[in-house]
């Protein structure tokens, strides 16, 4: 399995103290060690960076650690081949275009017989049947909607229900960016943090490192974190149930869904 | 007006040597300071680096210059903005996918009226008039070809037409690929080198350096490099001629078009 992390947040933030955490999982504290990649938005613009070398030992990881680019969302994804041979191609996370915006995908799982599912826009470069699975969904979306909808709920909701769909072909945890909002849908694990005033210090979990988010912060931040599995020794993580999916904005959820309660919140 | 840097080689090289000549035209050498851009193949992945920043000053031109990425084909693009303000999505190289495989593509030049022209499959992230040109170069082999031709040529000559139509409406001098092949059409000024057995030393233009490629090559290599200026001393650089298209794979001209002389080569 892969580990996957994502941010949300109201104010351009750098996201060097998660990333480095979740770096020391490609061949340090984890064994994910097949690649790894990142996506940083910049407005409309999205920046990313990929390697199919471990990331714990990768210059390019060093770099993007030590860089503080900043951004209000961000898509990383560190690999543990399964499907799909260790390259550069096979590497998440996956960028597409539609509407003139740049869709950004990464997944953790595996669906079985993905391959069967019909494409029509959208191909794979690859050969992972995570990259099928982002191209199904971005040619279902560009089929249903050939234009934006007007209304931002009907195209959430189009979301939720091909993820619903996905999941039943075996393990489906998503991190998803039209480059204005963060989609999220849970099938096994995923966890979330949301910091905000008054904020606290934190440790990371996978290497000695702690910073101090009131001496980095503004009085009105909002940062959301979302990871497969907690980065820090905080107390506020929280797990997403089993097929939830939330969409989120500046750090906070706009809109979500879960098994359970099927109504809009 | 930008800078165009495109390689085309026999084995995996890296390009460190030409991008540091070319990125001092970035702030120092040239006023081209509004932005790069550099991708670089790996088979049918492709990797890229983008920043609004001025090349000369750019903390990811110095890590892209001191980390040898070795690739068969490499676009890279410096900006001097006119179309289009300075921001990361306005950025060359731009990139798309057709039939499974990324397309990337850089111009030199202003193209008046362009954003007249009608789009299909593919629609801009950002503002420029190149992009636009992009997106409707790619829109129209999309169009003309669902599926990718059997013959190479079918598709070459078309895109050979493309390009034609594009020049028609101010200075279109590209770099264009699908990961096997580099485009290139020259519209005003696009010159280059091939650099095969027995290699020499060449002496950049923009900066103080030398390399001697004996050391860096293999007997067999051949590496041809384009770009809108000269970048070294040597003598071999020759310049293309307006109007021309070549298709270059592993350093070698397969196919070329001139306005002079339409007979295939």
Known sequence: MCEL????????????????????????????????GIAFYENKGCRSFHDPNPSAHSPVSHFVKSYPIKSRIVISHIRQANHGRICLENTHPFIRELWGKNWVFAHNGQLKAIKKWALTHYHPVGTTDSEHAFCWLMSQIQQRFPQPPKNKKTLWRFIYQCCTQLQQLGVYNMLFSDSQYLYVFCSTKLCSITRRAPFGTAQLIDTEMVVDFQQETQANDVVTVVATQRLTEEAEWECFQTGEFRVLKAGEVMWQKTNAAQADT
């Open 5 to 36: 992390l994502g941010m949300s947040a109201n104010v351009p933030t750098d996201i060097c103290f998660s990333f480095t955490g979740l770096i020391q999982r490609g061949g340090v504290t984890g064994k994910h060690k097949d690649g790894w």
